[in-house]
């Protein structure tokens, strides 16, 4: 679970909350389900439009992504591929084809299913990298459904605001008693789609984005060091290599590890 997510949504909801309590005399005001409805309605209709119906579909999905923990285990599956290439240097591709069952990451798992199928480096290279580029392209439509909601959400406040004034002109005929209350309900639209454009909707693509932009080094990783096992790479030059991969921060974990492997041998 991705804390920091979930710290700001509810603490964004609740500043403005209190806020919302403290500068008016009703905070029932800002209550109006029909702008909401305006808002809601509107902006997932014009994104039925722009999108298929299956990208959109995924939206609840890329909101659960970006709820999962900050991370990916990259350091994890370096390690993995390092155990894997100083197997491979000393027992040959029959261990490669052992280790397939164990693999749980599928990426992974088909890089070292083509090494033990005999492709040339090239061949694998090719198609590594075409899967990388289709899943880059995949996933940032995910990403950009949220950015078009968020540039969609406030355009839809303001047609809720103007048909508020206009029922609200239009009031003005019988009397200028319920003026004030019925500026306040029409402008509540126009705050509804901000809020949500800036609070939900842009936050999450940004989020996703940065998620889609780990995943690719995942499998960047995954890839190179499929490589260098292809080339029979010395495992330490390959730790190296793949480490560059990840920020100085968490090399440390990983030379940790392996002094403690290297130990237990």
């Known amino acids: 679970m ?13 500043i403005l909350g209190l806020a919302t309590y403290f500068s008016t005399d009703s905070a029932g005001v800002f209550v109006n389900f029909p702008g909401l409805a305006i808002v809601l309605g509107g902006t997932l209709a014009s994104t039925f439009i722009c999108f298929p119906l299956k990208e ?10 970006a709820l999962k923990r900050e991370e990916l285990p990259t350091d994890h599956y370096i390690e993995e591929i390092v155990d894997i290439a100083r197997e491979a240097s000393s027992r040959g591709k029959i261990h ?18 083509m090494l033990v199928d005999g492709y040339s480096r090239e061949e694998i290279k090719e198609i590594l990298e075409t899967r990388i ?4 392209q995949q996933e940032l439509s995910s990403a950009g459904i949220y950015r078009t909601m968020a540039k969609l959400a406030p355009a839809y406040g303001i047609i809720g605001t103007l048909i508020g004034l206009i029922g609200m002109m239009q009031s003005m005929s019988v009397g200028l008693g319920n003026l004030g209350a019925h500026m306040a309900v029409a402008l509540t639209t126009t705050l509804y789609g901000i809020l949500l454009s800036n609070l939900i909707f842009l936050p999450i693509a940004i989020k996703v984005e940065k998620r889609i932009e780990e995943r690719v080094i995942l499998m960047c990783v995954i890839r190179d060091g499929t490589l260098f096992i292809k ?4 495992a330490a030059i390959v730790l190296d290599k793949l ?17 403690q492997d290297a130990d237990e041998v």
Do not use: C, H
Request: net charge positive; charged share 25%; aromatic share 10%.
């Open 231 to 234: 080339d029979k790479t010395p």
């Open 2 to 14: 991705n804390i920091a997510t979930v710290i700001g949504i509810v603490f964004g909801i609740v």
């Open 133 to 136: 580029e289709q899943t880059y």
């Open 96 to 113: 490669l084809e052992k280790s397939l069952p164990g693999i749980e990451n599928e990426f992974l798992q088909s890089a070292i299913q």
């Open 243 to 259: 480490k560059a991969y990840l920020p100085p921060r968490r090399w440390a974990s990983i030379d940790r590890r392996e002094a």
């Open 56 to 65: 959109v579909m995924r939206v609840f999905n890329t909101f659960l992504l």
